[in-house]
């Protein structure tokens, strides 16, 4: 089955600094991979996806995701973090069980605090 | 695009009363998607369409829930009655079901029931 872990609940950085939220999955065939951002009180948007090619995925708001096949991981980074980085990250797959439906597994969600 | 559009954005209720929160997908998408977030359970899926069709309700938590995709623009999700641990936030949210497309989120409605 597909699914992805997202192993912290919570991850600490100071502004300026890199910051990664990890993310790894478990699944069959060629892996598509999601990271969605969600701001306190807003519903999820999304920020970049893997489908193939390149393994350092480009999004918005200047984050970037890399694919690693040998670890099975898609983690989440940015070189500078700004305290309006603070969310909550989720990183998702499609669920190829369902058919070609859209549906999309989401990890668990690993909240992101930056601190002045 | 407007995006998916929720209403209401906020829904305070007295148990027992029915609840019936909307949804307005993105135009073109052919799947649409039911959540439902809480500190203690997270983001959960409870029932999705594609094409009008429900494909999957097997998220709904009780017989309370039902949901309808009367056409391509236009959902419902109903709770009747409603009980205090239905509080939560439901998000509703649209995709193309083509290939590898991302889900686009609506706002969210915010269920209080008292």
């Known amino acids: 089955a597909q699914s992805v872990a997202q192993p912290e609940d919570q991850v600490n950085v100071a502004e300026g600094n890199p910051l990664t939220v990890k993310c790894t999955y478990s699944v069959s065939g060629n892996p598509y991979l999601f990271w969605y951002v969600q701001y306190p009180n807003r519903g999820l948007q999304f920020l970049l996806k893997?489908?193939?090619?390149?393994?350092l995925v480009k999004g918005s708001y200047g984050f970037e995701a890399e694919f690693n096949k040998s670890q099975t991981s898609f983690h989440l980074k940015k070189p500078s973090a700004l305290v309006s980085d603070s969310a909550l990250y989720f990183c998702a797959v499609p669920d190829t069980h369902s058919g070609n439906t859209g549906k999309l597994i989401f990890g668990q969600g690993t909240t992101l605090q930056v601190k002045p | 695009d407007a995006g998916v559009i929720q209403s209401p954005r906020h829904e305070v209720t007295e148990m027992g009363q029915e609840v019936t929160l909307r949804c307005k997908p993105i135009s073109g998408h052919n799947s649409l998607f039911w959540y439902r977030q809480t500190m203690m359970r997270g983001l959960e899926l409870l029932i999705y369409f594609n094409n009008n069709v429900p494909i999957d309700d097997s998220g709904m938590p009780e017989d309370r829930f039902s949901a309808k995709m009367p056409n391509a623009s236009f959902s419902t999700l109903k709770i009747q009655p409603s009980e205090p641990r239905d509080s939560a936030v439901y998000f509703c949210?649209?995709?193309?079901?083509?290939?590898?497309?991302?889900?686009?989120f609506g706002p969210g409605t915010r269920l209080t029931v008292t």
């Open positions: 949210a649209s995709s193309w079901a083509g290939g590898v497309y991302e889900q686009y």
């Open positions: 893997y489908i193939t090619g390149d393994n």
